[in-house]
């Protein structure tokens, strides 16, 4: 499953964004192949919609998961629509790597 993650830089030491339509960066983690790759959010300084925008990204990146700080309305409203599990981290010292880690031991809870 691939998980995106925003963050405020482009690697796995870089703190989560606690935005996600703004989010400079977004880390596109496979749960299955354990890459990670970070791709800069290009509507991050959109005039409107930047957080519809950036679901639609997301989507076409394939991600069926989105870790974030927080979702405005219409972006809530269309990752809903797109099936989109949202995940509300807000713990804003959080590293990425940090949450892939918790999302790997949350993983191993489960399946026992």
Do not use: H
Not at 23 to 43: G, H, M, P
Not at 87 to 95: H, L, R
Not at 99 to 105: A, Q, T, Y
């Amino acid at each position: 499953m691939k998980v995106a993650i925003t963050s405020v830089g482009n690697s796995l030491k870089s703190k989560l964004d606690l935005r996600f339509g703004r989010s400079v960066w977004l880390c596109i983690y496979d749960t299955e192949t354990k890459q990670a790759e970070f791709r800069q959010n290009e509507n991050k300084d959109a005039n409107g919609g930047a957080g519809t925008k950036t679901a639609e990204k997301v989507a076409e990146l394939g991600a069926e998961q989105v870790v974030s700080g927080d979702f405005g309305p219409k972006a809530k409203a269309l990752l809903e629509k797109l099936k989109i599990q949202m995940v509300i981290f807000d713990e804003p010292n959080q590293t990425v790597g940090g949450i892939i880690e918790k999302m790997g031991s949350t993983k191993k809870q489960q399946t026992t």
